[in-house]
């Protein structure tokens, strides 16, 4: 299977700062770029997503940029809370659906 | 969103037999499903694509024989773990595309089987 590359593996953040997680890709036929949240024990949870015709989508303290050309995609998470701490994971979907490595976000109370 | 349910979420089986693991799409219908397969703190791992009406595609790697998938109808696919041994103790995810919002895929909860 073909994998994304995603960085950082974890990261850590205290409450309230700022969190960005970055997936590059290398397949120019992807159309859709989604990220997910799992949480322990759980499956993956769609939290926001990206077509291949708009640069940034933004809901509430999420927000996703894509750039096309550089082929990457990245999440921004604001304001983080310690309800934010999960693993999350991009994706991308193409001629396959394959997701990123995966982060370890920990917001720090 | 759109709901995915799997079952069983746990399972617990002896070495040798086989477990079916159901994967359902409640509120729409999906014509294609996946099936994934994550070891603790890695990434989840495509084990094979689900076509509703045609036999599934395997990953490389994946034996078709040992992972047997079944997609009979647009809001349910099948997997059945054959003979299962310790090795195959995983945690293992569906997801469904959703054939009226293109691209948009819904995951399950997850079945976690061990064997013993």
């Known amino acids: 299977g073909e994998n994304v590359e995603q960085h950082p593996s974890t990261l850590s953040v205290q409450e309230g700062d700022s969190a960005v997680i970055k997936c590059t890709y290398s397949?120019?036929?992807?159309?859709?770029f989604p990220w997910y949240k799992q949480e322990l024990g759980k499956g993956p949870q769609l939290i926001i997503d990206i077509r291949s015709n708009v640069g940034e989508k933004k809901d509430q303290r999420i927000a996703v940029t894509l750039n096309k050309t550089a082929k990457h995609f990245s999440l921004h998470i604001t304001e983080t809370q310690p309800e934010d701490s999960a693993v999350y994971f991009c994706a991308k979907d193409g001629n396959q659906f394959y997701f990123g490595t995966g982060t370890s976000l920990t917001v720090i109370p | 969103g759109a709901v995915v349910s799997q079952h069983p979420s746990r399972v617990i089986c002896k070495s040798g037999t086989s477990v079916k693991i159901e994967c359902r799409s409640l509120d729409f219908q999906a014509t294609t499903m996946f099936w994934y397969r994550q070891f603790p703190k890695q990434s989840l791992m495509l084990m094979a694509t689900s076509n509703e009406g045609s036999k599934a595609t395997y990953e490389q790697g994946v034996e078709k024989d040992k992972f047997l998938i079944n997609h009979a109808s647009l809001t349910l696919s099948t997997l059945t773990v054959t003979s299962a041994h310790p090795e195959d103790s995983s945690f293992y995810i569906c997801?469904?595309?959703?054939?009226?919002?293109?691209?948009?895929?819904?995951f399950g909860e997850g079945s976690r089987l061990t064997v013993l």
């Open positions: 997801s469904a595309r959703d054939r009226g919002r293109t691209g948009e895929l819904f």
């Open positions: 397949d120019s036929a992807s159309n859709y």
